[in-house]
């Protein structure tokens, strides 16, 4: 709660706590601040970084919307405190594209219609991200065995699991 | 009706706003903050049916950074769509387990948690009706005042000191003797149980009260915006124009954000707080516990049919487990009285829907608004009656499904173009290779390997359930580059109605799709009237109103070009971005030049900006007529037909899915992209409705799986290998008056799938189901019973 400021201020989370420092990378840009010790890596993400494209979809770490990659292992960042990630090099949807061009993989959840209200999408893709960067040819099996942390209720999952394996043929040919 | 006819009625085109929805760009109300707002959190009753005697909210209220406590008691407001059923925090008494007790704003939402914490509640426990048979037996009363509520009369039947929020019915030809007539009787017992929307998006509201004035500022992540305004104005006592509802993009709907829910004490918590913006972000327990569900079914139904397979009557007791609170339960409960009994021709039928009253979370609309219940019922009843008859179930289905000339159980006349039942049947049994069903001996050499393979399939039907008097609108603005921009008042939630409709503009206005956008972020103040995105109906309604408006864009265009052309606009056609003369073509003006108006050299100008607007309103539809249900409330029925390949294995229960072919009448896929993308989607909602979803109550009426971790939807594990969906696109049969014969397909994917698998699993075990869901355990169960 916030009497310092009357009541007025917008802070989601100020537990009374002093501040801990936090240095971490997110999206290949250095990050050097202080924290809430008691806030999420997704409360910090959102309120503090201003990065909304990551989703709170349980709270839980049940249901995969707040997925980001956290030094390249993907995390539910809604389970995660934000002073975990001391140190930490973070990849958020945000930073899936680059030099203003989508990714391949982003180009082929389009192409593939992988998305339709677009709310698990960024939690997707980074579970998808994840698995390219360990396994550039994965088979259907293992797309499943991926993303079986993210739900989705709107696709069905047929056309997401298309456009991991498109992303991947393409990845293999194009990034070589 | 050759796809040649068409340059973008029939193209696979990218999802408009794909690129957003990818970077992290689009914005949902979950993801906003306006300066000055304040978190909300609810306090929710831990009875299912309490007197609540006393609050005490004063330690709230005196936690610093606490800006509002509201309980009943400062919000003497009712809602309810079609029954004003229910107050805006409970007031008196708690009629569910979860309902809202209290709400408190404050500057963050820790604080508001705290607050919550420090109010305290006397509650007096009251007995509960628990079940559909403890509502109808009605010793206890959910709502006491029944008959004093508004409703909508005629429409809606609330049965006065009853537990009955609405008893619709369906009289037909002539029962007893149609029963009379039958060689056999079958009867059933059917049932499923609730299931949550489970949008990936909670339900989200920020709600700005002036507290001037009476204007109120929504942003919500509501379904339908216009409805949403119309109630919330209706709830507060409020002018609609005062009333302004804005939607972003939101995070799934499947009808659980349609109609209006959290806005109302949103915005009266704004107004105790002074005005300012306060956010309502429900948890996920919330989602499960506090907002509506699908309701539960119990249905009892009773065929007569002749030795040859024809039915000669039907009786059928729906009875919808509808909660606390009717909201769009009254209405589900309706549909029933003309899609209740199946796509088939059936002369004599007595039906009847009650949507009761019980002490649960109460249910609205979701995707399919009754239809995988009721089809459940009826699809896996007719495959029982083909078992009875020693009948191929495919061969019975043939006998008695709907054809031209014969009416629906309203008394609905088919045509032509009200689609084919038989030819979505034929497909999807062609698909599976159907050859009629396993044998004894067949079974027995397979319960060796311990999994049994089957197939099944079942038909559906659904037509919009909405009112007779439906509409919608449709604004079209040219830029000075020739490029249209579309203002529609229906929401996108994801089923592609933005790219649909800029499809239909791009056909008529003769553009490239890159030159046409829907404007997202309908705003009720600035966008024009759809009643609700809901019931299949937009690609029809407003693709109808979309056309429209583009057409008269072009007239619009030709009447200044026949003015700089000299000629007569009868001379004029349109394409590549020109108005131009038909045997002269050289003779042309361009849409840069007229879209704002032209000018001649000398620097005269004609004409204006170019901005149409176009409406559809659904017409020829009455309400059933309150005793019979006879009528025509169908805009457009879509008739489909699922088919299941599947194995189980005996020994767990659990069932492996190879196949499902689904296919529908759906006239003409305008973006078969967007179509596959409804029905993978829908046919996995309906595996989750079959085999993992449900809610499970205590005894004393508490929902015991409030969370993903007890009540799970498909993961990317549960898919099944195949989903092969089938479109019937034949011009005989397509929808004369959609949008170049298309029909909705939004809801149909999701309706009968569990039946089409409980029919596979008779013919792998032998064993009839008759509860939802299908679930390891249960199947299990059933196969030791058997055995037993």
């Known amino acids: 709660m916030c009497d310092k400021h009357n009541g007025n201020c917008f802070e989601y989370v100020d537990s009374g ?20 010790p ?5 409360q910090f993400l959102t309120t503090e970084l201003k990065l909304f494209g990551t989703k709170e979809g349980c709270g839980e770490g049940e249901c995969g919307a707040c997925t980001i990659i956290m030094n390249g292992k993907t995390v539910n960042s809604c389970i995660v405190l934000a002073i975990e990630a001391e140190g930490a090099d973070i990849l958020t949807v945000e930073g899936l594209g680059r030099n203003n061009e989508l990714s391949i993989l982003q180009q082929e959840f389009i192409a593939n219609d992988a998305l339709q209200c677009g709310f698990c999408t960024p939690g997707m893709l980074m579970s998808a991200r994840e698995l390219l960067d360990r396994n550039n040819d994965p088979s259907d099996e293992e797309i499943k065995e991926a993303l079986a942390g993210n739900f989705c209720r709107c696709t069905g999952y047929f056309p997401i699991i298309d456009a991991v ?3 991947a043929k393409r990845e293999r040919e194009e990034l070589k | 009706m050759s796809d040649k006819q068409y340059t973008h009625i029939g193209k696979r085109y990218d999802r408009k706003e794909a690129q957003e929805k990818v970077t992290g760009q689009a914005i949902y109300v979950h993801d906003m903050e306006l300066p000055g707002m304040l978190h909300a959190k609810c306090l929710h ?3 299912a049916h309490a007197e609540i005697v006393s609050i005490d909210t004063s330690a709230a209220k005196a936690l610093p950074g606490v800006k509002a406590v509201v309980t009943g008691e400062d919000a003497p407001y009712s809602v309810g769509i079609y029954m004003v059923d229910k107050d805006l925090i409970a007031r008196n008494k708690v009629r569910y387990q979860g309902e809202i007790v209290a ?16 109010i305290k509640v006397e509650y007096k426990e009251l007995p509960a009706v628990h079940t559909v048979d403890e509502s109808l037996e009605g010793k206890i009363l959910v709502h006491e005042d029944l008959h004093t509520y508004e409703h909508m009369k005629g429409v809606f039947f609330p049965q006065a000191h009853t537990n009955i929020a609405s008893w619709n019915r369906t009289l037909k030809g002539d029962v007893k003797k149609g029963f009379e007539e039958a060689d056999y009787i079958v009867e059933n017992e059917l049932s499923v149980p609730a299931v949550g929307h489970v949008p990936m998006e909670t339900h989200v509201v920020i709600a700005q009260a002036d507290p001037y004035s009476d204007k109120v500022k929504v942003w919500s992540s509501a379904q339908s915006p216009f409805a949403c305004r119309q109630l919330l104005a209706k709830s507060l006592g409020i002018k609609k124009s005062d009333v302004q509802v804005i939607v972003p993009y939101i995070g799934g709907g499947f009808g659980g954000k349609a109609g209006i829910h959290l806005e109302p004490f949103v915005t009266v918590l704004s107004r105790a707080a002074n005005g300012r913006p306060v956010k309502l972000k429900a948890t996920r327990e919330e989602e499960f516990n506090l907002l509506p569900t699908r309701a539960g079914m119990r249905s009892r139904v009773k065929t007569g049919v002749k030795k040859d397979g024809r039915i000669t009557a039907i009786e059928v007791y729906h009875d919808w487990d509808s909660g606390a609170y009717a909201d769009y339960g009254v209405n589900v409960g309706k549909t029933a009285v003309y899609s209740g009994a199946g796509p088939y021709s059936i002369p004599n039928v007595e039906l009847h829907s009650r949507t009761l009253y019980t002490n649960k979370v109460f249910s609205t609309a979701y995707r399919g608004f009754g239809h995988l219940e009721t089809h459940w019922a009826i699809e896996r009843h007719m495959d029982m009656i083909a078992q009875k008859l020693g009948m191929d179930p495919y061969e019975f289905r043939m006998k008695n499904l709907l054809r031209t000339g014969e009416t629906t159980i309203s008394g609905e006349l088919m045509y032509d173009t009200t689609g084919s039942p038989e030819a979505c049947l034929d497909a999807v049994v062609k698909e599976i290779g159907w050859t009629g069903r396993k044998t004894e001996e067949e079974r027995q050499a397979e319960i060796k390997s311990g999994k049994i393979r089957g197939k099944g399939f079942a038909m559906l039907a659904k037509a919009p359930a909405m009112p007779s008097y439906t509409s919608t609108s449709a604004i079209m603005q040219m830029d000075e580059d020739g490029h249209v921009k579309i203002m529609i008042g229906a929401v996108d939630m994801g089923q592609g109605a933005n790219t649909i409709m800029a499809q239909v503009a791009a056909e008529e206005l003769r553009v490239p799709i890159e030159n046409v956008e829907v404007l997202w972020n309908v705003d009720t103040d600035k966008h ?7 019931a299949s109906k937009y690609t029809v309604m407003g693709g109808n109103a979309v056309r429209k408006a583009a057409r008269n864009m072009i007239t619009q265009m030709k009447e200044v070009a026949a003015q700089v052309l000299r000629c007569h606009t009868d001379e004029l056609t349109h394409g590549d971005g020109y108005i131009y003369h038909i045997h002269h073509t050289h003779r042309r003006v361009s849409y840069t030049d007229l879209s704002m108006g032209y000018v001649y050299e000398n620097g005269n100008g004609i004409g204006g900006p170019i901005i149409s607007h176009g409406v559809y309103m659904a017409s020829g539809l009455t309400n059933p007529h309150p005793e019979t249900g006879q009528g025509r409330p169908g805009l457009v029925w879509t008739f489909g037909a699922h088919a299941v390949d599947l194995e189980v294995d005996i020994e767990t229960g659990e ?8 296919a529908f009448d759906i006239g003409k896929c305008i973006n078969k992209k967007m179509v596959d993308g409804q029905v993978f989607g829908g046919v996995l909602q309906g595996v989750g409705s079959a085999i993992i ?14 969370s993903f971790t007890d009540n799970k939807i498909p993961t990317a594990k549960d898919i099944p290998d195949e989903i092969v969906p089938i479109y019937i696109e034949d011009p005989k049969s397509a929808q004369i008056d959609g949008p170049y014969g298309a029909r909705g397909i939004g809801e149909h994917p999701m309706i009968s799938v569990p039946s089409a698998i409980g029919n596979a699993l008779y013919d792998a075990l032998g064993v009839n189901f008759r509860k939802l869901p299908l679930s390891p355990e249960n199947v299990a169960l059933a196969i030791e019973k058997a055995n037993n």
């Open chain 2, 693 to 706: 979803e449900g809610y499970k109550f205590s005894p004393d009426g508490r929902l015991l799986n409030p």
């Open chain 2, 655 to 662: 069932i492996h899915i190879f196949k499902i072919a689904s």
């Open chain 2, 528 to 534: 024009p009237y759809d009643w609700n995105t809901v």
């Open chain 2, 103 to 118: 709400a408190v704003a404050a500057v963050d939402e820790r604080t508001a948690e705290e607050a919550v914490k420090l």
């Open chain 1, 17 to 36: 706590i002093p501040k801990v420092a936090l240095n971490c990378i997110v999206n290949r840009e250095e990050v050097h601040t202080t924290v809430d």
């Open chain 1, 38 to 42: 008691t806030m999420t890596l997704l």
């Open chain 1, 165 to 167: 394996k498109k992303a």
């Open chain 2, 45 to 47: 009753s831990p009875y």
